[in-house]
């Protein structure tokens, strides 16, 4: 009962802006949307999440599109250790202990130099 | 702040045998977790807690206990060690306060079982 689509695997150039898509139609009004990258071999680290607003951090941008069905995260200049898998997930903040988070397979983004 | 850490990085273990994971954080969150993720797999939710005294299972708890005396630290035990517990084992915490509960993973714990 996947909340989430994502692709498998992606390739960027290095340098290039990666944006990753995710496919999220069954979402609910008070579910946001979060991003987590896993770089190989280390615990996942938080990206950045939003509700229905376009976000910005020091990281990444997150578009979510205006139905809130799909989103993508941007990351402007990817570098080398931007090659990760990249998890999109779906809950209601606050939500706390109830189910943590629910990972996905992700999708592999790949840097090329 | 270390944030979250965990210990041992590395461990194999003969079948039946047990073991703690230990796991501590420095941010004062009430809540903390523990995952496992197998190969080429997602993490699974073990089990999590809201605050010293308070634990609940998540999805795949069997085989596991835990215990939460303190707010820094939520060990996570195996009894009876089998070969399906081979996995990484990923704790983490959060501050959970509205839109804030991002999760904040430790280095993992990789354990193989024989």
């Known amino acids: 009962d996947a909340k989430t689509t994502q692709p498998p695997s992606m390739d960027c150039a290095e340098g290039r802006a990666a944006n990753l898509p995710c496919n999220h139609s069954?979402?609910?009004?008070?579910?946001?949307v979060y991003w987590y990258r896993q770089i190989h071999s280390q615990g996942p680290q938080y990206i950045i999440h939003g509700l229905k607003n376009n976000e910005t951090n020091e990281m990444a941008s997150l578009i979510i599109t205006e139905d809130r069905k799909s989103s993508t995260l941007i990351l402007p200049h990817a570098t080398l250790r931007d090659t990760a898998v990249y998890y999109c997930i779906v809950r209601v903040a606050g939500g706390g202990g109830a189910d943590g988070l629910t990972f996905g397979k992700g999708t592999h983004l790949i840097i090329q130099p | 702040n270390a944030g979250v850490t965990q210990t041992p990085k590395f461990r194999i273990l003969k079948i039946g045998q047990s073991m703690t994971l230990q796991c501590t954080q420095d941010m004062n969150h009430n809540y903390m977790y523990w995952y496992r993720q197998d190969p080429g797999m997602g993490l699974k939710l073990i089990y999590y807690?809201?605050?010293?005294?308070?634990?609940d299972k998540g999805e795949v708890p069997n085989g596991y206990n835990v215990s939460r005396s303190t707010t820094e630290d939520f060990p996570l035990r195996l009894e009876l060690a089998a070969p399906s517990q081979t996995s990484v084992y990923f704790c983490?915490?959060?501050?959970?306060?509205?839109?804030?509960?991002?999760?904040?993973f430790g280095p993992g714990t990789r354990l193989t079982v024989l």
């Open positions: 807690s809201v605050g010293a005294g308070i634990t």
């Open positions: 069954t979402i609910s009004g008070n579910e946001y």
């Open positions: 983490a915490s959060s501050y959970m306060a509205g839109s804030l509960d991002t999760q904040y």
